[in-house]
């Protein structure tokens, strides 16, 4: 176990759950972050990964401290990439399903640098377009 500093819990707070966020919880209230990765030492978005083969619980020993890159790659598993691909292929692309994405996204305003690159993308690549929306890629 890294040699972590202990906060003092929060007696208010007692978490009881063996649940993903209940354990999260527990960690960002009972341990400091390490500072770097404990993987390839970046410093940058470091994020709590559950080792694999464990289940949470309140046990900082079943945790790693990575950063966000090191953590993806850690759970994106060969399994992992063929289950997700299978859940994207039930997802249904209909017209109502893509009306109801349109409609999520209603109200949402690109910034002004953003809707530049946009357009001049649009006139580099003409006709091309999402297959999904029928909007420009």
């Known amino acids: 176990m890294q040699n972590n500093k202990l ?9 009881t759950s063996e649940s993903y966020s209940a354990c999260h919880k527990w960690l960002s209230n009972h341990f400091v972050k390490l500072s770097k990765c404990e993987h390839c030492n970046g410093n940058k978005f470091i994020e709590w990964a559950l080792k694999k083969g464990l289940k949470h619980s309140h046990n900082r020993d079943n945790y790693l401290c990575l950063c966000s890159s090191c953590h993806k790659k850690y759970d994106y598993t060969p399994e992992r990439r063929v289950k997700l691909s299978k859940s994207l292929k ?20 690109h910034s002004e640098k953003t809707k530049e690159r946009m357009s001049e993308y649009r006139k580099k690549n003409p006709g091309k ?6 909007r420009y890629v």
């Open 7 to 15: 906060i003092l819990p929060k007696p208010h707070r007692k978490i």
């Open 90 to 109: 039930l997802v249904p692309h209909t017209k109502e399903w893509n009306q109801k994405v349109v409609l999520a996204n209603k109200g949402f305003k």
């Open 129 to 134: 377009r999402s297959k999904l929306t029928g």
